[in-house]
């Protein structure tokens, strides 16, 4: 049950706030900007005629003004909110920050109004959470290179499944900023539309302009190399993703990948300058850590509190719809940032035991002939598609798209021992094959259609065909979703000629 003592003072009435970027994050926030009495405006580099759709999803109070005029209007502004996609360094917020105009993000947004909207709300949570664990509001934030959708999906079905409301937005796919609208718009009137948790998935481009953003329970799954198109180094991407445990104190929880080396050793630089600290819990496939473990075939769990002390807990991986060891890394990490979030251990069970994975992240599609198509459209980077590969053997692998700056040579010896046929597809075909064309047989091909075709005169039964392209979709697709949905109906459409 929950009870709304005190709304604080809307900071955002009145005010001049620009909002650069018309995606979806970019969107939500010049809507929910507009219901809080902003006067908004909104820009961004693609033309109006390429954005008709997006436009119509505007409130009629928002102004969309061409990115060449959005200059002209910088001095009258009191902020600037961005999309994730768009970076520090373009003119316009260069400009914005010597004139010392506030600039900061969709997710620090949607944070802010968050907390102001919930401030001073009790849950009465039948004494299921910690005693000392604040609630106003309560945010769980997820990030990492891989595993992020997966892992924030099953942490969301967890809390449901154990009788709270939550609010699933981020990177994940729904603006945060639109789901926290409706709150704005229906939630003061009615209390039962509040959530209880807050759960996000959070990418680097969105924890580069955080200022107030703490996640009570925050988690860094692992940092691989990715978007190095965008970041000058890989310590760059790193800081990025280690800024979730910026504002987090001692009374947070903090889940890390004790496996992981490069997401321990920036935790560990940037905790070195934190003079408070947030609780640390820990999962490994390879060691027994405070958290969660893999032992003897079966997830253990050794929480250093009492009252989040699961009793004899343990799950059995192979007991899982979803299967790899990707996705018994996901489990753990999931479990635990639900089980220090109060989520009793039955609803934590009972998850994932029936949850059978997203779609384009290792997605059965079809079975033609005894040959296996999997769709793993959202495997964009090179760690994605080395998780994915490692499951698998006699691949025939669909790669290609937009390159983020990846070392694609660092899967060589994955392609060597498991993938007997290459096919590349997209701008980054020749960078592709350049690097990986030595190790096994390898092919350009003009889109998916030809690449499943080519797949089948290639296949034998038991082979696995799989898009897993370690590349972004834009160069041919309006998004991964896109590609995905794409590839399934190649599929399809071939079975249908036979």
């Known amino acids: 049950m929950i009870k709304v003592e005190q709304v604080k003072k809307n900071k955002f009435k009145g005010k001049n706030i620009l909002v650069v ?106 004494g299921a959470l910690p005693r000392n664990f604040k609630l106003t509001p309560v ?75 703490r996640p009570n329970v925050a988690a860094i799954l692992n940092i691989t190399p990715d978007h190095l198109d965008r970041y000058d180094s890989m310590k760059d991407y790193s800081d990025a993703k280690a800024r979730i445990i910026e504002n ?90 639900a089980i220090v979030s109060g989520c009793g251990t039955d609803a934590v069970r009972n998850v994932l035991m029936d949850f059978s994975g997203l779609e384009h992240r290792v997605e059965f599609v079809d079975d033609i002939n005894g040959v296996r198509f999997i769709n793993d459209s959202k495997g964009t980077n090179v760690g994605a598609v080395a998780k994915s590969l490692a499951d698998f053997e006699n691949i025939i692998l669909i790669m290609g798209g937009l390159d983020k700056g990846s070392d694609f040579s660092a899967l060589g010896d994955l392609i060597k021992s498991k993938v007997k046929l290459l096919l590349l597809i997209g701008a980054a075909a020749d960078i592709i094959a350049e690097a990986l064309g030595s190790f096994t047989e390898t092919h350009r091909v003009s889109g998916l259609g030809e690449a499943v075709a080519l797949s089948m005169s290639k296949a034998s039964s038991g082979d696995i065909v799989m898009l897993s392209p370690g590349c972004a979709s834009f160069d041919m697709y309006k998004d991964f979703e896109d590609r995905g949905r794409k590839f399934k109906e190649a599929v399809r459409e071939f079975k249908n000629r036979k």
């Open 21 to 126: 970027g018309l995606a979806r994050s970019g969107t939500g926030a010049a809507n929910l900007l507009s219901e809080l009495g902003a006067r908004v405006s909104i820009t961004d580099r693609k033309s109006p005629d390429k954005l008709e759709e997006q436009r119509k999803q505007l409130l009629p109070g928002v102004k969309f003004i061409d990115e060449d005029k959005a200059g002209g209007v910088i001095d009258s502004l009191d902020m600037i909110v961005i999309s994730p996609g768009v970076p520090l360094y373009v003119p316009l917020l260069v400009k914005a920050n010597i004139k010392g105009i506030p600039v900061i993000g969709e997710l620090e947004l949607a944070y802010q109004v968050g907390r102001s909207v919930l401030s001073g709300r009790q849950l009465d949570s039948g």
């Open 139 to 213: 945010f769980i934030g997820i990030t990492g290179s891989n595993g992020k959708s997966t892992t924030t999906t099953l942490v969301d079905l967890m809390l449901k499944d154990a009788g709270f409301k939550t609010l699933l937005a981020g990177n994940i796919g729904n603006a945060l900023t639109e789901e926290i609208s409706k709150i704005v718009e229906t939630g003061l009137k009615t209390v039962s539309a509040y959530p209880d948790y807050f759960v996000t998935e959070i990418s680097s481009f969105q924890l580069e302009t955080i200022e107030e953003f």
């Open 248 to 337: 987090q104190t001692s009374e947070d929880y903090l889940v890390l990948n004790a496996d992981d080396p490069e997401t321990m050793k920036v935790v560990s630089e940037k905790l070195e300058d934190k003079s408070e600290k947030p609780k640390i819990v820990y999962f490994s496939r390879m060691f027994e850590v405070e958290g969660a473990y893999l032992k003897d075939g079966l997830i253990r769990f050794n929480l250093p509190e009492s009252h989040i002390q699961p009793s004899d807990f343990t799950l059995r991986p192979s007991d899982f719809k979803i299967k790899g060891a990707h996705n018994i890394e996901n489990a753990m990490a999931a479990s635990l940032m």
